[in-house]
């Protein structure tokens, strides 16, 4: 730690008289262990910015500083040993071109001491000089503003404490348990899961019955159209409907401590994905290490693990099963096609239609990933100009989901103009209606030309509304409450995808980390993602979950919420300080509500019934816990935690 022994006489003229003509040692922030910060994006800079740039503000160099991105959070403990803290805040002159803006803060504990105006990219710095007597706990926070975390590099220039006697010493983010608040499943027969389901006539149908309990279960299905059949010791209903129409099931699970009955509707029409598909996506954990061997062990995770049971069902591969064009690898390296001009697969997936079928097997469906552009976004084989021949490739190996990423499309694109955005879209809307096989179709372009407002006209079961999530904070608080206003274009059929999630290990692979959300932060992403009616796709490792991470996926309750089938995206009701409270109608008449604190204190939040659109007296439950709270008139009040949430549904 550097010191600097300063007379701070000059100081005191400026701006206290308590400092009289006593000797300080200057403590540069910077000169503490800033590794201990946790910061939205880049690495915490030590007298540089977070991309490792000097520190210039609004023009100026500095020398020393601290330099982070929003949102961050520094925790310090003082001791009461510092007099001032001094520091020049403001967005680093690296993103003057651009449009970042946050909002600094300064707390003692749960106070807040100083907080700077919204500081944008290339405007002005403001000054932090303030008291630091009798001060035990520091925290330095950057937030960002409506406009989310983009660019938001935000710089603690020349910042020092003025230090008395005992020096500032930086701390961990103070430690979150992670209490598990699912309760363990009953081991009598529950079925779960969606309770409709669409396909399409003379298509193969799959559907495998969720359901919890101690196995052996016997399974029964009542009313099941022409054509389907059971398999009554597995659950899983196959087959293919040649008659359109909407058929009520009535299905049972029996096994030796009881029996439970549940209504599945079958619609037999044009549309599939009647609620949003729950499943797992290989990118957020292996990104290109992916290979077959790990998507065999992540459905059979799946299975194993019970997650199944809870109503998952999608094993999706990501990008890097194709043939790299160029490549020297000889494991993806090769030829991209054969004479025949039909995609192939690279090395690592020897045998596509074989893994299909064995995941068909465990009553799992299988998703594939490729783009409109000559390549993926990992340099990969894609699909222009075969539109046609790839997706009947993809049906004829049997997959059921298709991600459609634009990435290298970005070069054959005349421009951003709508016709241009929506063309390879329809190209593959179009060559996909020609396959006969129910295949999801997931648009992925970023939300480029407000795509939730022409998803469903080019085909698109869901599309992604955003750029790509990642295991922190600062990409899932702005992403997922970033979601509002999108609720109108969410139904049946057509969902916003907000991007998939990033609970348990993550990593992009080969290196896999356990998620950086804090417990609460992990509940707030399921809890907003189920409200949304978001496509659910878990990101990690399924075959290294822990119990926790199991928690957060197998709460019947909350999966109850996401899978509705009135289909409703929530809308933000309330917003006020950090604090918001989103709320969605659900078939019963009851409401959904989630009371979320995005501040770092725990705090008060009530929901008002007027503010639900209803009165008189409800019953609300809590849905974590899957117990009710009690009666309550006109109001429902609860303590939220820092980045927390309390999901309820209030019901008559
Ligand atoms: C893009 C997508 C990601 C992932 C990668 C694969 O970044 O947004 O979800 O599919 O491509 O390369």
Redesign the pocket.
């Known amino acids: 730690m550097k010191l600097i022994k300063l007379l701070v006489v000059p100081i005191l003229l400026l701006n206290t008289n308590f400092l009289k003509s006593q000797t300080y040692d200057t403590v540069w922030l910077s000169s503490l262990d800033i590794s201990k910060a946790t910061i939205g994006w880049g690495k915490p800079g030590k007298d540089v910015s977070c991309m490792g740039n000097p520190i210039i503000l609004n023009g100026k160099t500095y020398k020393k500083g601290f330099g982070t991105h929003a949102s961050s959070i520094f925790y310090l403990k003082l001791n009461g040993g510092s007099a001032r803290f001094h520091a020049l805040v403001g967005i680093n002159d690296e993103e003057k071109a651009s449009s970042g803006s946050a909002v600094f803060k300064v707390y003692s504990n749960n106070d807040l001491l100083w907080q700077s105006g919204i500081l944008k990219s290339g405007g002005p710095e403001e000054v932090v000089d303030i008291s630091m007597a009798n001060i035990d706990t520091l925290i330095l926070c950057t937030e960002t503003t409506a406009d989310g975390p983009n660019y938001d590099h935000t710089d603690w220039a020349d910042s020092y404490f003025l230090v008395k006697n005992t020096f500032p010493v930086a701390i961990d983010k103070p430690f979150e348990p992670a209490i598990i608040l699912t309760p363990k499943v009953p081991l009598t027969p529950r079925i779960n899961g969606p309770k409709i389901y669409g396909s399409r006539p003379g298509n193969d149908f799959l559907f495998r019955i969720s359901a919890t309990g101690e196995r052996p279960i016997a399974f029964t299905a009542n009313g099941l159209p022409s054509g389907l059949t059971l398999d009554a010791k597995t659950g899983i209903i196959t087959g293919k409907i040649k008659q359109a129409g909407k058929y009520e099931v009535n299905l049972t699970t029996t096994n030796k401590l009881g029996k439970n009955s549940r209504k599945l509707t079958i619609v037999c029409g044009n549309q599939i994905a009647l609620t949003p598909p729950l499943g797992w996506?290989s990118?957020?954990c292996f990104?290109?290490d992916v290979d077959e061997k790990k998507v065999k062990a992540a459905a059979n995770a799946m299975v194993n693990s019970g997650l199944a049971d809870h109503g998952w069902s999608y094993i999706n591969i990501?990008?890097?099963w194709m043939v790299k064009p160029e490549s020297d690898d000889s494991i993806v390296g090769g030829k991209t096609r054969d004479a025949q001009g039909n995609m192939n697969t690279n090395k690592k997936f020897p045998d596509m239609k074989g893994l299909a079928d064995y995941i068909h097997s465990l009553g799992l469906k299988i998703g594939t990933?490729s783009g409109p552009g000559p390549k993926?976004?990992?340099g990969y084989t894609a699909c222009y100009q075969f539109e046609e021949k790839d997706a009947q490739r993809f049906a004829d190996w049997g997959f059921d989901y298709l991600?459609y990423?634009w990435?290298d499309y970005e070069l054959i694109a005349k421009d951003h103009s709508l016709p241009e955005l929506k063309k390879p879209y329809s190209v593959m809307q179009n060559a996909l209606g020609k396959t006969n096989r129910d295949i999801v179709y997931s648009l992925?372009q970023?939300g480029m030309g407000d795509v939730w407002e022409w998803g469903a006209e080019v085909g698109g079961n869901c599309w992604?509304t955003t750029?790509?999530i990642t295991d922190d904070w600062s990409s899932v608080e702005s992403i997922g409450f970033g979601q509002a206003g999108h609720e109108a274009f969410a139904g049946p059929g057509h969902w916003n995808d907000p991007?998939?999630l990033v609970v348990g290990k993550v990593g992009w692979g080969p290196q896999l980390h356990y998620t950086r959300l804090s417990p609460n932060e992990q509940y707030t992403h399921i809890s907003l993602w189920a409200l949304l009616a978001a496509p659910l796709l878990i990101g990690c490792d399924m075959t290294q979950m822990d119990e926790f991470t199991y928690s957060l996926l197998s709460n019947d309750e909350v999966l109850d919420v996401n899978q509705d089938i009135l289909g409703k995206q929530a809308s933000r009701i309330v917003q006020y300080d950090g604090l918001e409270v989103w709320s969605k109608e659900l078939e019963d008449g009851s409401k959904a509500v989630g009371l979320f604190n995005r501040g770092l204190f725990p705090a008060s939040l009530t929901v008002t019934w007027k503010d639900l659109g209803i009165s008189g007296t409800y019953t609300v439950r809590d849905l974590w816990p899957q117990t009710d709270e009690g009666k309550f008139d006109q109001k429902y009040t609860a303590t939220i935690p820092a980045h927390g949430v309390k999901l309820v549904r209030v019901y008559k």
Do not use: E, L, P
């Open positions: 996506n990118w957020n990104a290109c990501d990008d890097c990933y993926t976004c990992a991600k990423d990435c992925c970023y992604r750029g790509d991007d998939m």
